[in-house]
């Protein structure tokens, strides 16, 4: 995939740090487009939650609000992750869970459902403690612990 390249011109910058970048990437081997383009990058991915709509529309258009902020979509996220899961039922699930009547067959097939709501749980656990979700935190973890004793349960009796 070739990508266009635009020229860019008129930027005006202390000469001594114009000399000592154009050393500095002569010295390494470096193009100088590509380590700026990696700032600028850098610098936008820094900056992302601050820009909005209306910073890239044309000013004589109608402007568009989005109420979402960043944190708002990113917080949508990890809801729909949590929901995915069904956290609340998986634990009435488990606590009803009887192993001791369960075949060979039907011992696999639930080592396999658990240890895969395992994964998705203390995946989940670890984006809600970050974001601060504690509520939802709690209720993982306690998925998570029904869900490590009914798993050792079934494998103690395979």
Known sequence: MSMKVKKVKGFR????????FERACRF??????????????????KIKD????DDFMAKDR????I????????LNLIMAKIAKIHPREWIRELDMLDVSKMDQGDRMRWSEQIAKVLVEASKALQ???LQGLDEYASLLRELIDKARTKLEELLYHS
């Open 127 to 129: 984006i809600a403690q």
């Open 62 to 65: 109608p402007n568009v609000t």
């Open 28 to 45: 390494l081997g470096l193009e100088q487009s590509k380590v700026i383009e990696e700032l600028m990058r850098d610098w936008l991915d």
């Open 50 to 53: 601050q820009l909005t709509l």
């Open 67 to 74: 109420n979402l902020t960043h944190n708002d979509i990113r």
């Open 13 to 20: 910058i202390n000469p001594v740090i114009a000399m000592e």
